[in-house]
């Protein structure tokens, strides 16, 4: 093991046992799922679908598909499984491939409102090929069924998305139902967040409303970097022809050769999410973040928040983003529903429990964690963010510096050190 990639690898180690990771779209593996990513299935080639390849020497890669294809069916009750795309965007520009023509209105919750690039934001594939109109939320931050409901009406949709990157309420799949019905739209759930949640019971799912579902297989679901399209008995009576048009899609559509390593650490994910301790898991992740969520003042009702910092001043994500990384504790700067600042430069964090649970937090130490970030944030007051555009790169360079030698920063950051260590990380010895 000579090589500086190992070396490095180490390194990062390093950072994962000893912070505090809350970044909501992450999670720490098993070892068994590691074990199926490394292994030698990485030297397969095997362009196509189960018995119908291009290459030979597939019958254990066709076993290996067709049980994550089932595995997944029995566990999200759905009709058909894709299990090849490479993430969770290819898995949405093959989903919108397979039921729209270039040209074809998507619609898509709004990035700023908390929605995904590939539902119709700007410079993604979905605004790019597709004409995307998007629904926001309101005042509240919740989804505004009334203004859905109208742009649904006048732009006559062919695809509806109804999935959240930085939405921390449940959502209700039959109010969109209702509404992609009166245009007659596919609705397709994009559960990337919460496919662990939904598995866990603890998220209602989308299967009974739904025609497609899409979802990563690295976040709540606690598998490999990968991700899943699915079809509900309802996409099949919608088009009967629809796993071809799915798997068209895939491949020559977007991808080649499936990555088989992945499928199977999907599979392997795939049975853990099945057994019953993975629902008491999700359903601590949950319990984890609202507990978080009111420390913070807040609500949470599933597994992130999303905080306003505007208490603290003028723009100030960046400046939270770096304080608490200095103080080790890993989130991500977001923007928050009427965000007054920009996507660049916005004025929330985004942070979530999925990859603390795994390693055995609860509530109480969800209150303890809640008191460093509090006390982390007191750290960037009068670090406002300059109105002027152009003065802006400099001064957020210069605070991430002044937060690394932050002396109160540097306390917190050797007590996490201690505290962290003793969770163990899954698939860390
Ligand atoms: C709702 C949702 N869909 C899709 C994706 C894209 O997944 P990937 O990063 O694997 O392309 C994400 C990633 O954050 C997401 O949150």
Same mark, same amino acid.
């Given at each position: ?5 190992? /070396? ?6 390093? !950072? ?24 030698? %299935? ?32 029995? @566990? ?14 290819? &898995? ?18 709004? @990035? ?10 700007? %410079? ?52 969109? !139902?209702?509404?992609?019905?009166? $245009?007659?739209?596919? %609705? ?33 679901? !606690? ?43 999907? &599979? ?16 601590? $992740?949950?319990?984890?973040?609202? $507990?978080? &969520? ?15 910092? =505007? ?69 960037? !007051? ?21 937060? /690394?030698? =932050? ?23």
């Amino acid at each position: 093991m000579s090589s500086k990639v190992f /070396k490095l690898i180490d390194k990062e180690k390093v !950072r994962q046992v000893t912070g505090l990771e809350m970044i909501p779209s992450e999670n720490y593996v098993s070892e068994d799922v590691l074990k199926a990513l490394g292994s030698i %299935l990485t030297n397969k080639y095997s362009e196509g679908f189960p018995h119908a390849r291009y290459y030979g020497g597939n019958e254990v890669i066709d076993e290996i598909e067709i049980y994550a294809q089932d595995l997944a069916n029995k @566990l999200f009750g759905t009709k058909f499984a894709c299990v090849q795309p490479y993430s969770g965007s290819p &898995a949405n520009f093959a989903a919108t491939m397979a039921v729209c023509n270039p040209g074809d209105v998507v619609m898509g919750l709004a @990035l700023s409102s908390g929605g995904h690039l590939t539902h119709g934001a700007n %410079l993604s594939f979905s605004s790019i090929f597709y004409k995307a109109v998007n629904y926001t939320v309101g005042k509240d931050w919740q989804i505004n069924f009334a203004e859905l409901e109208a742009l649904a009406k006048k732009h006559k949709p062919k695809m509806i998305w109804v999935g959240t990157t930085a939405y921390p309420f449940k959502l209700d799949y039959s109010k969109f !139902r209702k509404i992609a019905d009166l $245009v007659g739209a596919w %609705l397709v759930a994009d559960i990337s967040h919460i496919s662990g949640l939904i598995v866990g019971g603890v998220h209602p799912s989308p299967v009974k409303y739904v025609d497609l579902i899409t979802t990563t297989t690295h976040k709540t679901l !606690r598998g490999p970097r990968g991700a899943m399209i699915l079809v509900t008995e309802r996409g099949y009576k919608k088009d009967p022809e629809i796993k071809g048009k799915i798997e068209k899609a895939i491949i020559p559509g977007l991808q080649g050769g499936p990555h088989n390593h992945q499928t199977a650490a999907i &599979a392997v994910a795939l049975e853990e999410a099945s057994k019953p301790v993975f629902k008491k898991y999700a359903e601590q $992740v949950a319990k984890n973040a609202a $507990v978080l &969520a009111k420390e913070l003042g807040t609500v949470s009702e599933n597994h992130l928040i999303l905080l306003s910092l =505007n208490d603290y001043g003028f723009g100030m994500g960046y400046q939270a983003q770096a304080a608490l990384e200095a103080a080790g504790i890993t989130v991500n700067k977001n923007t928050i529903p009427g965000e007054p600042v920009s996507p660049f430069y916005p004025s929330g964090i985004r942070l979530g429990t999925p990859a603390l649970t795994s390693r055995g937090m609860k509530e109480k130490e969800m209150i303890k964690i809640a008191g460093w970030i509090k006390e982390a944030l007191e750290e960037i !007051r009068g670090y406002d963010l300059p109105k002027e555009q152009e003065a802006r790169k400099e001064f957020i360079k210069k605070v991430k510096a002044k937060m /690394k030698e =932050n002396p109160k920063l540097k306390k917190i950051r050797k007590e996490i050190s201690k505290f962290a260590s003793k969770y163990p990380v899954p698939g860390i010895k």
